[in-house]
């Protein structure tokens, strides 16, 4: 049977983005390129630990955006398929760094779909030279006083900085 999207599906990009880096920025850009709107989900989950509240990523990557009409940044708790419904999206847009993902997209997938048979995930790889960036990662170089400019946008490195090297 076919799985029936409209003609211009909205598409969504879950995830914490505590911080958003420049893997993540890669994958918003190539779904930008294939679907006409794009919402970034910013997960709020109480039970997770954080570096920035939900509505500091909300403003953090709502700025970065701010120009571009094709995304659109919302926060969301619960379940990401219900969240989709809201949105009327019927696309999950996860991102792919290495066979080390898989496994676990791939059981999210297929319990996204058995929740909601409409939704449909479309993975994307990013650039090879952001494969290996994590939000974790980014998080404990600069924990540890590295240089991550080049791996997140500039006013994120800033702010994060001030949070992480007090
Ligand atoms: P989660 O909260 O699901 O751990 P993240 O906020 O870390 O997620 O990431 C959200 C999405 O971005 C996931 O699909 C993840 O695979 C993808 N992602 C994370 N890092 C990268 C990267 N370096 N390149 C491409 N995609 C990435």
Same mark, same amino acid.
Do not use: W
């Given at each position: ?122 993975? *994307?790889? @990013?650039?090879?030279?952001? +494969?290996? &960036?994590?939000? /974790? =990662?980014? %998080? ?10 080049? *791996?997140? @946008?500039?006013?994120?490195? +800033?702010? &994060?900085?001030? /949070? =992480?090297? %007090?």
């Amino acid at each position: 049977m076919r799985v029936s999207v409209s003609h211009q599906p909205v598409a969504v990009f879950p995830g914490s983005f505590d911080p958003l880096h420049l893997g993540h920025a890669d994958i918003i850009s190539r779904a930008t390129q294939i679907f006409p709107r794009l919402i970034v989900g910013i997960l709020e989950n109480p039970n997770k630990q954080t570096v920035f509240t939900p509505d500091e990523r909300l403003g953090m990557v709502r700025s970065l955006y701010a120009n571009d009409p094709a995304v659109e940044v919302r926060l969301f708790s619960g379940l990401l398929v219900n969240f989709l419904q809201q949105m009327r999206a019927t696309i999950i847009i996860r991102g792919m760094r290495a066979v080390s993902d898989f496994e676990y997209e791939f059981q999210m997938a297929l319990m996204n779909r058995r929740l909601s048979p409409a939704a449909e995930t479309v993975f *994307l790889t @990013p650039k090879e030279e952001y +494969s290996y &960036l994590s939000s /974790r =990662l980014v %998080r404990e170089v600069v924990t540890l006083g590295g240089d991550v400019s080049g *791996l997140v @946008p500039e006013p994120i490195r +800033s702010l &994060l900085e001030e /949070r =992480l090297r %007090r």
